[in-house]
């Protein structure tokens, strides 16, 4: 049976003459996401109205949502402002020894390759970076990387240049064997592609909610696992200590924390504006169901796909990839009109340096909108 979903365009602001393809940058807005913060603002307009127990019963309501998207548990679930806050969490609770190896792989996003290069240089370890021969699968290629030397592994489960798929089961797997630290940034498949946390099983969990979570900017997940719970925050405030619930006893300084992943929110992390929009775009999320969302953006980047096949472009195929993206190899020659020639068009992209396009689609995307792309590639590439 197919799990299909028609166009969900009406639930998003996107104009009807713009072609969108590049959600892995930035999600456009939901209206039920937009709702939801000026309802917001509105409220903290009269903080009279907002009692003790609002500063609690948001955030959890939302570190349930999230973790019914990993399959998880609300208790694991931390809320932090950026991918780099809970990669920083991961590296402030591991150890290496002096020469053990931190495995990343090659183009892996900035905020991950400077995180353990700063671990690196603090614990005298090694940064090992994987590339994958042709017609390897980074799969292979980072399982043929993994050996005892390694303590500290940090992977996506879809690479935020081109799509390429990962199976972080079998590293999960690999890593526990040769008792590595496994870190996972799952910044480019969250929302998009179905995980479970306890077949994976990582030790930290990274997300930011502003893509595939479709999400506010500066709202971000961290899932860590139960034997990390009892680590050390990065900073120390006052609501994440037990009973901060008692505002009267605040003064009451308390050494223990309140329980589970709890310890690792940041502060503010109420954020009264921020938290019920992010409420709105997992609670979306939730009733579309990820593997009919994953589903349908896979028929729109299939189309794509053999649409560039049969234009002499080189795409990245659907066995190698997630079902949500994709790069797409243009001739350098034509690069350098591409992406100014799309824009004018109103389709827009993201844009790999001078080799390719990356293209992300989402419910929103139209049969109109893969029409536009095609155009519009048609034109720049014979221009
Ligand atoms: C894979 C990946 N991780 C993380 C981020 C965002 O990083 P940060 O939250 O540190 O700004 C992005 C943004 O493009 C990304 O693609």
Redesign the pocket.
């Known amino acids: 049976m197919s799990l299909q979903l028609g166009s969900q365009r009406y639930l998003f602001e996107i104009p009807d003459d713009i072609a969108y393809f590049n959600l892995?940058?930035q999600a456009p807005q939901l209206r039920a996401v937009r709702a939801a913060g000026e309802d917001a603002l509105a409220a903290r307009a009269a903080p009279w109205h907002i009692g003790a127990q609002d500063w609690f019963d948001g955030v959890e309501q939302l570190r349930a949502l999230f973790a019914e998207v990993i399959a998880g548990d609300p208790n694991g679930v931390a809320l932090i402002?950026?991918?780099?806050?809970?990669?920083a969490v991961a590296a402030q609770n591991t150890t290496a020894r002096p020469g053990g190896r931190v495995l990343l792989i090659a183009d892996?996003?900035?905020?991950?390759v400077y995180t353990w290069r700063a671990f690196a240089s603090r614990h005298d370890a090694e940064i090992v970076t994987v590339v994958h021969e042709d017609g390897e699968s980074w799969t292979d290629a980072v399982l043929g990387a993994l050996d005892e030397q390694v303590q500290v592994v940090s992977l996506?489960n879809v690479?935020?240049t081109d799509g390429a798929l990962i199976d972080l089961e079998r590293v999960g797997a690999r890593a526990r064997e040769v008792g590595a630290m496994f870190a996972v940034?799952l910044?480019?498949s969250l929302g998009a592609m179905p995980f479970d946390v306890t077949a994976v099983r990582p030790d930290f969990l990274?997300?930011?909610g502003y893509?595939w979570l479709l999400g506010p900017f500066s709202l971000?997940y961290l899932w860590v696992a139960p034997q990390h719970r009892s680590g050390t925050p990065l900073e120390h405030n006052w609501i994440n200590r037990a009973d901060s619930q008692d505002f009267a006893g605040l003064t009451d300084y308390r050494d223990d924390f309140q329980p589970g992943a709890r310890r690792f929110d940041v502060g503010q992390r109420t954020n009264f504006t921020l938290t019920p929009m992010a409420i709105a775009a997992l609670t979306q999320i939730l009733d579309w169901e990820v593997p009919r969302v994953a589903e349908t953006l896979q028929t729109a980047t299939d189309r794509i796909e053999q649409w560039a096949r049969e234009h002499g472009l080189q795409p990245l195929a659907a066995r190698d990839r997630g079902p949500h993206m994709l790069e797409v190899g243009i001739p350098a020659e034509a690069m350098a009109r591409v992406p100014q020639r799309l824009a004018e068009n109103n389709v827009f992209v993201g844009v790999r340096g001078t080799t390719g396009l990356r293209i992300s689609p989402h419910l929103y995307t139209t049969d109109d909108d893969l029409q536009r792309l095609f155009d519009a590639l048609i034109g720049a590439l014979e221009a």
């Open positions: 892995a940058s402002p950026a991918t780099s806050y809970g990669l892996e996003y900035p905020s991950t996506p690479r935020w940034d910044t480019q990274v997300a930011t893509k971000t």
